[in-house]
């Protein structure tokens, strides 16, 4: 009675009957029947009339303390039941109790009731999990989701049509950081596709333009960028891959899905797919004033074997050339061969993704592996680049004599 009063223990009976009419004169916004609303009143009323009463109130205490407060419920008073229950923030009680009721055939004002009382606890399980620190994005979504369908199939659309349109407006606010609180699940979980869906759904709704805005205060750009590092490298190269043509990506995810071929390449020792992320660089070359590339180019062509390629691309062999950045000149010509491929180990991409985050690789784990010398024989790299860099780890002395010809 007190939770249901909203009253405290300790209120004197003039606080208790000032509960009982602040409940009394705010009645359920939505759409309860008349039946259900007098029911309610009925109920507090009840509530009130034990425990301003001395008497009846101290017996009442007794008995929460003995536990042997036992009410039995009018079936005509339920839906009221029901009401103030939610109103009390007994959620889980709430939808227990109207999960039974609704295997039963019940009267269509009485059910209607019943399925408003169960969505609006819903709703308070949704606002519980968001006040938590963090937030709870996945179950306050599951459990809005749970409320819009209940009043949708079981309390038909024309319920609480002002309810239902406060649920899907917070679905819609909240739904692109549910979406990425499922992609950060582990990579094993099953929900997780449920995230890469969303992301699709996300990216194929909004169209064009990294500007454009999403709910939830995310820009296009801003929310990929924050679903990417939430992706592992296949999931973003299938992503790309099935998003439509009218769709243009930007040029972040173009060269997002270009480091994730090298990182596909590099981890799965699949080197061909080096030449995919090459054609990406290229397009980004040539539609991007503001970046020319280079580096990248020129180290897709290191992984590739193509030595010789790479220095054109970093400008090694020419003051003159358009892509010559002294501060890598620098760092390569002081170290030789090594530097070279400590600026390609420093460069590779796992960190940018969710399957490859934590992985710690060597060049030498990639050229050493047969599938990728094979390869890169029948590409006739020039010099067996790959056989000599493979071993630059343990510098072997005829690695270095076989690269001596191209850095002296």
Not at 106 to 124: C, E, G, R, S
Not at 249 to 274: D, N, R, T
Not at 336 to 358: A, H, I, Y
Request: with cysteine; proline share 5%; hydrophobic share 40%.
């Amino acid at each position: 009675f007190y939770q249901v009063l909203g009253a405290e223990t300790h209120f004197l009976g003039d606080g208790i009957r000032r509960a009982y009419e602040a409940r009394v004169s705010k009645p359920p916004p939505y759409g309860f029947s008349q039946e259900a609303l007098l029911s309610r009143r009925q109920i507090l009323q009840a509530a009130c009339e034990t425990l301003a009463n001395h008497q009846n109130r101290g017996e009442y205490n007794l008995g929460l303390i003995e536990d042997t407060i036992m009410t039995d419920v009018p079936w005509d008073k339920v839906a009221g039941a029901l009401c103030v229950l939610q109103e009390a923030g007994e959620s889980e009680v709430v939808i227990q109790t109207g999960q039974s009721l609704l295997c039963e055939r019940l009267p269509k004002l009485f059910k209607q009731d019943v399925v408003l009382a169960m969505a609006l606890a819903y709703v308070d399980q949704s606002r519980d999990a968001m006040a938590l620190s963090p937030p709870d994005f996945i179950r306050s979504c599951e459990v809005l989701e749970r409320a819009l369908k209940l009043l949708q199939e079981e309390g038909a659309s024309s319920l609480a049509p002002d309810l239902q349109k406060q649920i899907d407006e917070t679905l819609e606010e909240i739904t692109p950081r549910y979406i990425l609180e499922l992609l950060s699940l582990p990579l094993d979980e099953n929900k997780r596709e449920e995230g890469l869906q969303g992301v699709r759904n996300i990216l194929w709704s909004v169209g064009g333009g990294g500007a454009a805005a999403i709910a939830g205060g995310f820009t296009r750009e801003d929310f990929m960028k924050q679903a990417f590092l939430r992706m592992t490298a296949s999931e973003q190269v299938e992503l790309f891959a099935a998003t439509p043509s009218n769709i243009p990506p930007e040029s972040f995810e173009v060269y997002g899905v270009a480091l994730a071929f090298v990182a596909q390449a590099f981890v799965g020792k699949k080197p061909h797919l080096i030449q995919n992320a090459d054609r990406w660089f290229e397009q980004l070359q040539q539609t991007n004033i503001e970046m020319d590339f280079a580096l990248e180019r020129g180290l897709c062509s290191l992984l590739a074997g193509d030595i010789d390629k790479c220095r054109i691309w970093l400008g090694l062999d020419s003051d003159d050339s358009p892509y010559r950045d002294p501060s890598i000149v620098e760092f390569v010509v002081e170290n030789s061969l090594p530097g070279l491929c400590k600026l390609l180990e420093t460069w590779l991409v796992f960190p940018k993704f969710r399957d490859t985050q934590d992985l710690q690789f060597k060049l030498g784990d990639y050229y050493d592996d047969p599938i990728v010398l094979r390869y890169l024989e029948r590409l006739e790299s020039a010099l067996a680049a790959a056989a000599a860099i493979a071993r630059i780890g343990a510098v072997k002395t005829s690695a270095i004599h076989a690269l001596q010809k191209v850095f002296p």
